[in-house]
């Protein structure tokens, strides 16, 4: 048999066993490829065609070295023969280069990757080297992201995907990884140039994106409905919900995705965890931890959902250090970076928490979350203007988050501007009730909603629009009803109606639940009201007809003074902070300013 056969079998081997997974067997008759190149080296100089395939078998050789993670060794392989340099008369130079940077990249050498990338003139990309030039685009973007340069990597991932639109992993890191909002992704989507053959393509590009406000034509809703078992669409889905507060439909759209796909590792495992941890499904979460333990140990979300798992049971510092281990290995994991500072916030470390809220910021350009968060950290500690300008960020960034708003009625209600308060309350509650759910049917209302309506009660009051706010504190009681600040605002606003035996039955009930100083105080001045008044029905006392009404209104005016009543009266109605949990948020009540135990 010559030499060029033996050759060509080994080549046909070394394809078969790569094809077969077998790295190891396909490197060793690699090996044996290039050592025959070599012995023939010299007399064949002078052929051209001989070189060709001497150059391709290095190149096999050096890919089979890549396969077995001997990076180094691939790498030096290309270096020393000259294959990472760019030449004029070589025409395959850009996938050696290319392999050349991934082994670069496997070894954590960032900065050597974008080196041996090199810059990439216009005139050198034609549609021989397209797909392999969009490659070596994707890996500076990678490399970029590594770096902690996020406008560069969203750089490179754009320029990725104008060259080849069909470079599905540009996308998917430009929107996981939230380097884009949803608006500036179907922006890009809306300029990518497919081949008119593959133009379908961009439909399904469409019908895996979040935002349902942009290009619903009939060709993405009929593929979103072919594809409503894909984990991409189901992962949307879930998103969907879950940014909208719509915690329960979350959990039940990620659960049946987990439940299809037990080991799937996509961004709908960071919404499963974080309704889990919303919906305080303690068994559930104890679960999934020990199934991803057991699997990836050391992958960053199986320790983010230890993390979760000891935040849902109080164990803050426990939870930090899964959430700071998450972090180190993989720095861009934005879900650590928000369960971290939340760990911290919790327990009122406002500098820790602004520390880790602002790494999420630096990593999560795309995500309005970070803002938010640091917008409501801002409000714990009353610095109103500084919170207004990142919560406006937020809401430039997705204006569809009923928290937003609900934060942005909170500055109002510090502010005393009632009716702004009014309004974003009530824009929170379409937001987040807009699955249908019925206002007179409360029993239908989420439990998290009952601060918002808590709070909108509170600000109808303050206008002294007592029917509304009697509407909206018994809604807040309906939908949780072991809540005595809710029980303390209502019987109040009837204390200031004059109705004085509803306001007693409903300061009993509050101090029913928690003894609070304001409350028996009122309770007490209520009950000295009832007296008079039966004294006067009596003809005991001389009271006038209009004392009563007076003296309900200097319990509204004493409160807004620095009479004995007004601290009390504000801590009880300070603003209650919703705050989401992870990247994706879980709605946590956050007491500010509570009298004594929290509600």
């Known amino acids: 048999m010559s030499m060029e056969m033996i050759k060509s079998k080994l080549r046909e ?68 023969n000259g294959y990472l340099v760019r030449k004029d ?24 990757c974008l080196d041996v ?8 990309i034609n549609s ?55 608006s500036e992704t179907h922006e890009l989507l809306a300029t990518l140039k497919f081949p008119q053959e593959d133009d379908w393509i961009k439909d399904i590009y469409y019908a895996t994106q979040r935002g349902d406000s942009f290009n619903q034509t009939s060709a993405t809703l009929e593929f979103r409905s072919i594809l409503s078992s894909s ?38 495992l960071s919404v499963y965890l974080s309704c889990l941890v919303e919906l305080k499904l303690k068994n559930e979460l104890f679960l999934v931890c020990h199934r991803l333990s057991d699997a990836n140990p050391n992958m960053p979300v199986s320790l983010y959902a230890i993390a979760c798992y000891y935040f849902l049971l109080g164990k803050y510092e426990e939870s930090r250090r899964y959430f700071s281990k998450a972090t180190v290995i993989d720095p861009q994991y934005g879900p650590a970076w928000l369960g971290f500072g939340h760990a911290f916030a919790t327990q009122g470390e ?44 937020s ?70 629009d007592y029917t509304n706010a009697v509407k909206y504190y018994q809604m807040a009681i309906t939908t949780l009803s072991n809540n005595p600040g809710a029980y303390c605002a209502l019987a109040f606003t009837y204390h200031l109606m004059g109705n004085i035996p509803l306001a007693i039955e409903y300061y009993h009930q509050s101090l029913a639940l928690r003894d609070d100083s304001f409350a028996t105080v009122m309770l007490s001045k209520a009950l000295e009201e009832s007296m008079d008044s039966l004294n006067s029905f009596l003809n005991i006392g001389k009271i006038s007809p209009n004392n009563n009404n007076n003296n309900n209104n200097n319990i509204e005016t004493s409160t807004d003074n620095n009479s004995p009543l007004a601290t009390p009266l504000k801590r009880i109605f300070n603003s209650i902070v919703v705050k989401p949990f992870g990247l994706l948020g879980t709605a946590q009540r956050v007491p500010v300013d509570s009298p004594s135990t929290p509600y």
Request: aromatic content about 12%; glycine content about 4%.
């Open 13 to 80: 081997k070394v394809s078969t066993y790569n094809s077969l997974h077998q790295f190891s067997t396909a490197l060793f008759f690699a090996d044996k490829l290039v050592a025959l190149n070599v012995n023939e080296q010299q007399t064949n100089d002078n052929n051209s065609n001989y070189e060709q395939n001497n150059v391709e078998d290095y190149y096999l050789y050096s890919k089979c070295l890549f396969l077995n993670k001997h990076y180094h060794r691939a790498y030096d392989l290309l270096q020393k």
């Open 89 to 112: 008369n070589h025409v395959n130079i850009e996938k050696f280069i290319l392999l050349g940077a991934q082994c670069k990249f496997e070894c954590g050498e960032w900065e050597k």
């Open 117 to 124: 990338l090199g810059d990439i003139e216009q005139k050198d």
């Open 128 to 182: 021989n080297n397209a797909q392999i030039i969009s490659s070596q685009f994707l890996l500076k973007g990678r490399a970029c992201e590594n770096l902690s340069n996020p406008a560069k990597a969203r750089f490179w991932y754009t320029q990725t995907l104008q060259l080849d639109p069909s470079n599905y992993d540009a996308l998917q890191r430009l929107t996981t990884n939230h380097l884009l909002n949803e």
């Open 231 to 268: 984990c991409d669409v189901l992962a949307m889905e879930a998103e969907n919900h879950f940014y909208s507060n719509r915690f329960n439909k979350a959990y039940e759209i990620s659960k049946k995705l987990i439940d299809n796909d037990v080991y799937y590792y996509g961004p709908a």
């Open 350 to 393: 406002h500098d820790q928490a602004m520390a880790a809220y602002r790494s999420a910021n630096r990593t999560l350009t795309g995500s309005h979350l970070p803002a938010l968060c640091i917008g409501m950290e801002l409000i714990r500690v009353n610095n109103l203007n500084l919170s207004t300008q990142y919560l406006a960020q």
């Open 395 to 464: 809401q430039s960034l997705c204006s569809t988050d009923p928290i937003v708003y609900n934060e942005l009625g909170v500055i109002n209600l510090k502010n005393r501007d009632y009716s702004a308060a009014i309004h974003n309350f009530s824009k929170a509650l379409d937001l987040g009730l807009s699955n249908g759910t019925n206002f007179s049917t409360t029993h239908d209302i989420p439990e998290m909603w009952e601060a918002t309506l808590f709070n909108i009660g509170h600000a109808y009051r303050k206008l002294k």
